[in-house]
């Protein structure tokens, strides 16, 4: 079909061709240019025949992948046509499902019946995979955003028939009442795909429910007989097969006792149970389970009464023989199977599969999670990041295991999406072809790329499965040798050589730097190392070579060098703990940041394996700073608060590498450490300053107000931190009160002195900008309560009002910071709003963009570049300026909570894409900070940088088996789609952000 036709509008859909509904020129077009075009264009039939409305042309963008992925929602549309409208508004479609929207679509509260309930259950599921597939297919949804929305659709069900069934069952039989006549809980634990959050199209859904206890009230019904038909009740509302299909399918083999047993239990029957007969296969079960449904409190409170024997402290041999057996049945059952299916592949049987991934992982957590509770993650992707991090995988192994497992999770969904049904078992002849079409593998015999791709992931993580639980593996022995061959190279031929064999891409220079760092007497890698340093040498060269980027590790295991051979406490450690060897070359593979921290502070190596995040940072940095004896010498007291800060940013920083933080958490607790270390250092100023001027010549008040970033709880690695000191001398004279003033000023010196400090680490605790208080960098440093309400009620200017949105009291006197947190407020959100206020801030946003991002085609700045931070910030700040007042909703530092309380309010519409582009641009500006240690990122367009990047965000090499710019790529395009939409929605705001 011609262009010219393709936009001339609706038509019929082909001559002779009979229909009630036309469909535009646009679709058919999409139509014959999809992988599958007779799929798509008898699908364009039937839906025409049923009458939907196909008129509209941003169908093509959705509509047609769908048609091209799903004959099962296919036939759905076309029995249920208005479900195509659904699909019209793709920006809409591409974010992941919320719990909100969930709610709503499966809302059983006024629900008749249980045939009501069942069908509204299943016309929701129907709609919510429409939109998940519309996202996978159409919009290039990662698999594990596919996985966690389909998860989601799954809890949101549960969570509804579970509701139902205790109103139904309670209406019926009344409340099931403990002796005490309090309500006795229950529970739905959701256990596999569903409890790790990775549940694909077509999965069964393991559960078990529990209840609190059996000891019933003599009124009320037994508790058993009334959660038994509560049990029943969901299984049928969401696993029964009625004329509408099902929700999902219901499997509860993994209750006590299996099949024979009860199909729920009391919390205290199932703890003998486990107790007395658990196996170690249910023990794997359960380190995948969580509470999906019911009293999630009963459900945390399940996990941890079966924590003890789930996480058994003492790994003996019989653990070791019990996974060994559970590894020899699974291959001995994928023999089996193959033998049945011949030579079809299968995705999750077969060597190196599905199945191997996850049982690789779990074993290990079962091994090591008892000693290591920074283990029990109950998602496999995310329980590989952590083994990573506590040094039980390298990075090379787990991109193996990611890679492949996201790989073969994509080509699941395509194959179970097509019909519904429940195989991961690749199919033949065409129909393969047709798959690799899907997946977007293009070239001669696609169907033969898709299967060698498989092949060669299978093979890498069949030999990892292979070797589980042996003592050595085959590629550790060949970077080892390769490792003592490097270290023993006696001319620079040689060693270049060697480096290039090893994978370095710049061979010249490692071999340079692996001849620096032997320069040193008594280091690892000296030539003239023997014995157990010499063997120490190997091992970190070898872990350079098996991590990720060998490169940049082994430039920061050169500058660690010189201080390890300096201590041989340092080197006795690693000696011992060869988990710390591996931790420590991952730190420098990873992180700049976190490397220049060890490379300056080698006392912080220990620190490695503490990674518990404080509840109470400011009374653990007293307890630190006790230890250190700090009360009476201000030089210690600053290195003590250094070596703190330091400790605690590499906990924090290692936690958020291992995916142990999201990233709200994360400047969460950088905020905590920075708010913490600022209050001990006021205090620590104030004494300074009693004890040198004597105290103030009046009782007065002092407060330090935080703004920025820190105010509003946004902190990233290296931010600074935006001070104004305020005080309060009540009504004094003149005399009085300029004396006070001295007084205050010399305190608020003092603490900006004791902050920017030089350490041993060759950096202060923190820079310090205080250009905020009234009258800026020409104002005084230090201002009166009084000025500061004059200030800011007369003469301060919008973009100061602005400002205070993210204001707050964090240091000082409590009854001021008391007495300060209404009075901001009052400030911000009473005060009458400037006429000019969104003219003015357009200025100031074009002005940055043009003076300080000074973005090009190939450099960007996600803080202040053309669709960054500022504008979201602004967007939020001005609206919640306008409509504080009236609103105390909206009155929070923090710009995300203020766009969900703006969208709470009706005062912002489609806010949540809003919200994923802020989630984004600061997961963005985290990695590149701690990547790259520079407090000011850049995103630049260069491919190497750009892949290694997006490797670090969760991007995945292999998560297309088609055609891909690859990771960076995909990082760059939805960096460019997110600013986009984010200016788009700046501009619809302030106007265009020029002159």
Not at 904 to 922: M, Q, T
Not at 973 to 990: H, I, M, N, S, W
Request: proline letters at 6%; charged letters at 25%; aromatic letters at 6%.
């Amino acid at each position: 079909m011609s262009m010219d036709a393709a936009s001339s509008g609706p038509l019929p859909f082909a001559a002779g061709c009979a229909t009630t509904a036309p469909v535009h020129a646009a679709l058919l077009t999409a139509a014959d240019a999809c992988a599958t075009p007779d799929l798509v264009r008898a699908g364009l039939h039937r839906l025409a025949a049923a009458g939907a409305r196909l008129e509209d042309p941003r169908l093509a963008r959705t509509l047609i992948p769908v048609l091209a992925n799903s004959r099962f929602l296919t036939a759905a549309m076309a029995s249920t046509p208005s479900l195509v409208d659904d699909l019209l508004d793709a920006d809409r479609l591409r974010a992941p499902l919320r719990p909100a929207q969930l709610e709503r679509w499966f809302d059983l509260r006024d629900a008749p019946d249980e045939a009501a309930a069942s069908r509204r259950l299943r016309a929701a599921r129907l709609r919510a995979f429409l939109h998940v597939t519309a996202r996978d297919a159409a919009l290039d949804a990662t698999v594990e955003g596919t996985c966690a929305d389909l998860t989601a659709i799954a809890e949101a069900a549960l969570g509804a028939a579970t509701d139902f069934a205790l109103r139904a069952v309670e209406h019926e039989l009344g409340a099931p009442l403990d002796p005490t006549g309090e309500r006795i809980p229950f529970v739905v634990m959701g256990m596999g795909k569903l409890g790790g959050g990775e549940l694909n199209y077509s999965s069964d859904i393991d559960l078990i429910y529990l209840y609190g206890t059996d000891d019933g009230h003599a009124e009320a019904p037994t508790p058993h007989a009334f959660f038994v038909r509560v049990s029943n009740l969901i299984t049928r509302l969401v696993g029964a097969n009625t004329e509408h299909g099902f929700v999902f399918r219901v499997d509860l083999d993994l209750r006590p006792e299996g099949r024979g047993g009860p199909i729920c239990n009391g919390l205290a029957g199932a703890e003998r149970y486990y107790e007395a007969w658990g196996r170690t296969w249910e023990r794997i079960a359960w380190l995948r389970a969580r509470p999906v449904a019911g009293d999630r409190v009963l459900g945390a409170h399940a996990l941890a009464v079966l924590s003890p024997w789930i996480y058994q402290r003492t790994v003996g041999p019989e653990t070791l023989d019990a996974i060994a057996q559970l590894k020899a049945q699974i291959g001995a059952r994928r023999r089996h199977e193959r033998a049945l299916r011949g030579a079809h592949h299968d995705l999750k049987l077969d060597a190196g599969g599905i199945r191997a991934v996850e049982f690789f992982v779990n074993a290990l957590q079962l091994l090591h999670a008892p000693r290591n509770p920074r283990l029990r993650d109950p998602s496999t992707l995310g329980a590989i990041d952590r083994l990573v991090a506590s040094g039980l995988l390298t990075e090379t192994e787990r991109d193996h295991l990611t890679e492949a497992y996201v790989l073969y999770r994509r080509v699941e969904h395509r194959i179970m999406m097509l019909d519904q049904r429940q195989t991961q078992t690749l199919p033949h002849g065409a129909e393969l072809e047709a798959l690799a079409a899907r997946l977007g593998v293009e070239g001669p015999r696609p169907d033969q790329r898709l299967l060698r791709t498989l092949e060669a992931h299978q093979q890498r993580v069949g030999a990892m499965f292979d070797a589980l639980l042996a003592g050595e593996r085959g590629a550790e022995d060949a970077e080892s040798r390769r490792a003592a061959a490097l270290l023993a190279a006696a001319d620079p031929a040689s060693r270049r050589a060697l480096c290039e064999a090893a994978g370095f891409v710049d061979p010249e220079q490692a071999a340079h730097l692996v001849q620096t760092a032997g320069r040193w007497p008594q280091s690892p890698l000296s030539p003239r190392a023997d014995g157990a340093l010499a063997r120490l040498g190997v091992d970190l060269l070898a872990e350079v070579q098996r991590s990720a980027e060998p490169d940049r590790a082994l430039t920061h295991l050169a500058g660690f060098a010189r201080p390890l051979a300096r201590t041989p406490a340092y080197v006795g450690s690693l000696q011992r703990n060869p988990v710390l060897v591996r931790l420590l070359v991952s730190v420098f593979a990873t992180s700049d940041l976190l490397a220049t921290m060890l490379i300056r502070q080698p006392d912080l190596l220990d620190s490695l394996f503490d990674r518990r995040p404080p509840q109470d940072e400011d009374a653990h940095l007293a307890a630190a700073l006790s230890r250190a004896g700090a009360a009476d010498d201000t030089e210690r007291f600053v290195e003590s608060v250094a070596r703190y800060k330091q400790a605690a940013l590499l906990r924090i920083g290692l936690s958020d590498v291992a995916g142990e933080l999201d990233g709200p958490q994360l400047e969460v607790a950088l905020s905590d450490l920075a708010a913490a270390i600022l209050r001990a250092v006021f205090e620590r100023a104030r004494l300074e300053t009693r004890a040198r001027r004597g105290p103030p010549p009046t009782p007065v008040e002092t407060a330090i107000l935080a703004y920025g970033k820190l105010g509003g709880r946004e902190m990233s690695y290296g931010s600074d931190l935006d001070l104004v000191f305020v005080f309060d001398h009540g009504d004094v004279d003149p005399a009085t009160a300029a004396f006070a003033l001295a007084w205050c000023t010399r305190l608020a010196q003092r603490t900006l002195s004791l902050l920017g400090l030089p350490t041993r680490a060759g950096l202060p605790l923190y820079s310090v900008d205080t250009r905020l208080r009234p009258g800026g960098s020409q104002g005084t440093l230090v201002v009166s309560l009084p000025r500061f309400v004059a200030h800011h009620a007369q003469a301060a200017a919008g973009w100061e009002r602005v400002a205070l949105v993210r204001a707050r009291p964090v240091a000082g006197d409590d009854a001021l910071c008391a007495r300060l947190a209404p009075t901001l407020e009052r400030l911000t959100f009473d005060a009458p709003v400037p006429v000019d206020l969104r003219a003015e801030l357009r200025r100031i946003r074009a002005r940055l963009e043009r003076e300080v991002a000074r973005e090009t085609p190939d450099r960007y700045n996600p803080k202040v570049g053309r669709g960054g931070l500022m504008d979201l910030e602004f967007i939020a700040q001005v609206l919640q300026i306008e409509n504080g007042g009236r609103r105390p909703a909206l009155r929070t530092p923090n710009t995300c909570a203020a766009l969900e309380a703006l969208a709470a309010s009706g005062l912002l519409d489609e806010v949540d894409p809003l919200i994923d582009a802020w989630r984004f641009l600061r997961r963005l500006d985290h990695r590149l900070r701690i990547m790259r240690g520079r407090p000011v990122p850049e995103l630049r367009a260069d491919p190497t940088a750009l892949d290694r990047l997006a490797r670090r965000m969760g991007y995945r090499r292999a998560a297309q088996v088609g055609p891909t710019d690859g990771p960076g790529g995909q990082l760059l395009d939805d960096y460019r789609r997110t600013t986009a939409l984010v200016r788009q929605r700046f501009e619809q705001v302030f106007g265009p952000a020029g002159d």
